[in-house]
């Protein structure tokens, strides 16, 4: 994939899908022996329904011994037809939910969810889903399900009743511009409670969400003017947006300032007490003030970031990796008197995988699962999930017109790889999100059935994700047939602000298009932890007719500012923080031409906005599949330091490129070092030098696939390859077999050059390593073992 070198770069491209495959059917023979029990139903009255204006869904069960068959069938009491319906409930105590038909069943705890299938979606004015109704295996009692609802209604299509109003309503505690009321928690009804509105003179003042049970639920009114009397009321509002009466009011008079000017003293002992790479925790002693500490607040630099109540710690999130910031706390008294600030503290965040860890990340070709035969699956079978810190899934493509992440095509590159339309509008969502894996394929065991709305790769993700919490999925933008438009699409605010926010609407908020019955709003939400960008490259010639011009280097970090930004704002909403990573070249002249690297010279650099880049430590030398690139010659592809024997005028090696970096200013724990799982080869190789280095070539030795000449697997290698003798220059620290004169010659990386690589980065201070790409390793995972050993 990636080629340092200044004329040439190897390619990582995604190849022709191998064909659709048909979608498996539904549960033939198991479904017709229940459905013919369900022909014999003898069923238990439900609650009879009430005429209503929506959907209805009706409860209904027989027992069958051992187990109970359950089910509800959705009538239509509408005008109109009724396109789409979720059904939801609750199972009651003892209770235990079995298979579910003719619908597509999500359960958390014993709430169960259901949408309809394909086939029972739509349900005609005046009709019904007979007979194609939901139904499903229970066991334990025949006790009706709990809280039915459809499509967000009751089931038995009566009204909502409102929540009750609050109670006990009375003034906690005032300042000159705040009054804080005190209330007994509302009693829910059909719905939840959700939250609470709090009136001041019939408008509405403040909100607060939560508070249910037997404690006491608190909310404050700011914005207030001092000395003035106030009325206020509370509503309850539960999750169905339902809202109660107005409890009973209570008047309360805020503080005069004149009462009170002496301000209280600096909060003392301001301290650290934990951090991550995105926060850091924050403790100091209570101080004390006659008239009573109304709160604290946290600065940050000079800017307000927080404030408190009486609490003496807080969490101050939203923050960036390995960055020095400045806090002070002051206090407020209940007649906002503000004290001196406290004695400062700075405190340096986290890299992104914590002090003594060390990040691995581990590409996921998008295409392994076709010739490769590399799944998900495949990551927790050979042991490298559980060692895996990160996954980047490659890769997404840019739309050429519309300048945006392109998903919802199924579309394969071209053969040839100096067409420079070789990846224009390319994409794969049949593999990402569309295929049907078998039980045998899937992480979990559980085969899809082809009609869920998200199957393919991004729902192996999602299951490998449930087992292995750790992990960190982002999803790689570009690559090397996929960075044509780049240069496009970072030329103007406008259009950078357009493509990362339609990246982050597909891939972090999850909304897939529609594909083949697949996709959807949500439906991949959750699976990608952040953005990886693989723009190859900026400033510089890539792929053939990649566009590029000196524009690209500023573009470039003006392109990261805004993913930053626009993660950030998504932050603010959902609370988690967002990982921003790259891919960047060893080429110092790519890095010159195309990456602000500098962290020394008071302009912005790419670094102040990404959590951590993947240096290449690969490709430094290869032939081309085409027999380009450099076809005639052998040499090393990711030697750790430069070989002695090398006859070329420019050094590529391992130690010049991280050091490249550091030189700039770039931390250590922001750079993790490129490890190939792969070998490059040449054929026809002359006798001499040192057991063929550096010899003449005759071009790319055969490869592990028709399309991709010089390439092999590491594990394929070391089946395919007979006679191959295995050499280590340990000047260079270098891996490389020789079949003898005439034959082929190959360079990798094996567990010895990879534990001397892992000891060299450990004292660099390096964050770790990154992977291409993860289906070159052995069944049993010896490449990652060898790396999980090293670090």
């Known amino acids: 994939m990636f080629l340092p070198h200044a004329h040439r770069g190897a390619a990582r491209r995604a190849p022709q899908p191998r064909g659709a495959v048909r979608r498996a059917g539904p549960l033939r023979a198991a479904a017709a022996a229940l459905l013919l029990l369900a022909s014999l139903f003898v069923t238990l009255p439900a609650n009879p329904a009430r005429a209503a204006a929506g959907l209805t869904a009706t409860f209904s069960t027989t027992d069958n011994g051992s187990w109970h068959l359950d089910k509800y069938i959705i009538r239509n009491g509408t005008a109109n037809a009724v396109n789409g319906w979720t059904l939801e409930f609750d199972l009651p105590p003892g209770v235990t939910l079995g298979n579910g038909y003719n619908g597509v069943v999500t359960s958390s705890g014993t709430h169960v969810k259901v949408t309809n299938a394909h086939y029972n979606g739509t349900i005609p004015a005046g009709g019904s889903t007979e007979p194609h109704s939901f139904w499903f295996i229970a066991y334990g009692s025949n006790a009706q399900p709990l809280n039915c609802r459809i499509n967000g209604d009751k089931c038995d299509g009566t009204p909502d009743r409102?929540?009750?109003?609050?109670?006990?309503?009375?003034v906690a505690g005032r300042t000159t511009k705040t009054v804080t009321l005190n209330w007994t928690a509302a009693v829910a009804t059909d719905f939840p409670i959700a939250g609470y509105?709090?009136?001041?003179?019939?408008?509405?003042?403040?909100?607060?969400?939560?508070?249910?049970?037997?404690?006491?639920?608190?909310?404050?009114?700011?914005?207030?003017?001092?000395?003035?009397?106030?009325?206020?009321?509370?509503?309850?509002k539960d999750t169905r947006g339902n809202v109660s009466t107005d409890s009973a009011p209570v008047s309360a008079t805020t503080l005069n300032p004149a009462d009170d000017t002496t301000p209280p003293p600096a909060p003392g002992n301001l301290r650290a007490t934990a951090k991550t790479s995105a926060s850091v925790t924050l403790a100091w002693n209570a101080v004390t003030d006659p008239s009573g500490i109304a709160g604290y607040d946290i600065y940050r630099g000079g800017t307000l970031v927080?404030?408190?109540?009486?609490?003496?710690?807080?969490?101050?999130?939203?923050?960036?990796?390995?960055?020095?910031?400045?806090?002070?706390?002051?206090?407020?008294?209940?007649?906002?008197?503000?004290?001196?600030?406290?004695?400062?503290?700075?405190?340096?965040?986290?890299d992104a995988v914590g002090a003594g860890n060390h990040a691995k990340v581990g590409y996921f070709v998008q295409w392994g699962i076709y010739g490769r035969q590399y799944f998900v699956k495949n990551l927790d079978t050979s042991g490298a999930a559980a060692k895996l810190t990160h996954i980047n899934y490659a890769f997404a493509n840019l739309d050429p017109v519309n300048l945006t992440c392109l998903q919802g095509v199924t579309k394969g590159t071209t053969p040839d790889p100096q067409d420079p339309d070789q990846g224009t509008g390319a994409g794969d969502a049949e593999a990402d999100y569309g295929r049907p894996f078998s039980a045998a394929q899937s992480v979990d065991g559980v085969a899809d059935t082809g009609w869920e709305p998200m199957r393919g790769n991004f729902n192996q993700l999602k299951k490998l994700k449930a087992k292995y919490p750790h992990l960190k999925v982002l999803i790689s933008i570009g690559g090397w047939t996929y960075s044509k438009y780049f240069s496009d699409a970072a030329a103007t605010p406008a259009s950078r602000e357009k493509l990362v926010r339609s990246c982050l609407d597909i891939y972090i908020k999850g909304n897939l298009p529609n594909y083949n019955g697949a996709g959807g709003a949500g439906v991949a939400a959750g699976i990608f932890d952040g953005i990886d960008l693989d723009w190859e490259w900026p400033g510089a010639e890539g792929h053939p007719g990649n566009h590029w011009g000196p524009q690209d280097k500023a573009n470039n970090t003006a392109l990261f500012a805004e993913f930053r930004r626009q993660l950030d704002e998504l932050s603010a909403g959902t609370g988690k923080r967002y990982l921003l990573t790259a891919f960047t070249p060893a080429d110092p002249a790519k890095i010159d031409a195309g990456w602000d690297i500098s962290k020394t010279d008071g302009t912005p650099s790419v670094f102040d906005y990404m959590d951590f880049a993947n240096v290449q430590g690969y490709d430094f030398h290869g032939a081309g599949s085409d027999n380009s690139w450099e076809p005639n010659r052998t040499g090393h592809q990711g030697n750790l330091y430069r070989d002695e024997q090398d006859p070329y005028p420019f050094e590529f090696s391992v130690e010049l490129a991280v050091q490249t970096y550091l030189d700039a200013g770039v931390h250590p724990r922001q750079l993790t070092l490129g490890v190939p799982f792969y070998a490059?080869?040449?054929?026809?190789?002359?006798?001499?030098?040192?057991?063929?280095?550096?010899?003449?070539?005759?071009?790319?030795?055969?490869?592990?696939?028709?399309?991709?000449?010089?390439?092999?697997?590491?594990?394929?290698?070391?089946?395919?390859?007979?006679?191959?003798?295995?050499?280590?220059?340990?000047?260079?620290?270098?891996?490389?077999?020789?079949?003898?004169?005439?034959?082929?010659?190959?360079?990798?990386?094996?567990?010895?050059?990879?534990?001397?690589?892992?000891?060299?980065?450990?004292?660099?201070?390096?964050?770790?390593?990154?992977?291409?790409?993860?289906?070159?390793?052995?069944?049993?995972?010896?490449?990652?073992?060898?790396?999980?050993?090293?670090?």
């Open 306 to 350: 927080l404030s408190t109540t009486t609490a003496t710690t807080v969490v101050v999130t939203g923050l960036a990796p390995l960055t020095p910031y400045t806090f002070t706390v002051k206090a407020r008294d209940n007649y906002d008197n503000v004290s001196p600030a406290s004695t400062p503290v700075t405190v340096t965040t986290d």
């Open 162 to 170: 409102a929540p009750g109003a609050p109670t006990g309503v009375t």
């Open 680 to 791: 490059r080869g040449w054929q026809g190789v002359a006798a001499g030098g040192v057991n063929g280095e550096w010899q003449a070539a005759n071009g790319a030795a055969p490869g592990q696939f028709a399309e991709e000449a010089g390439t092999r697997g590491y594990s394929n290698l070391l089946a395919m390859v007979p006679n191959c003798t295995v050499h280590h220059d340990t000047q260079s620290v270098s891996t490389y077999c020789y079949t003898g004169a005439n034959g082929t010659w190959w360079t990798y990386d094996d567990p010895w050059s990879i534990g001397l690589k892992t000891a060299w980065l450990k004292q660099q201070g390096l964050l770790g390593v990154m992977i291409w790409e993860m289906s070159g390793d052995t069944a049993n995972g010896s490449l990652m073992s060898a790396l999980h050993t090293g670090l």
């Open 197 to 236: 509105d709090i009136y001041r003179d019939g408008t509405l003042a403040a909100s607060v969400t939560g508070g249910t049970g037997n404690v006491p639920v608190t909310g404050t009114v700011s914005g207030l003017t001092p000395n003035t009397t106030y009325a206020f009321t509370v509503r309850a």
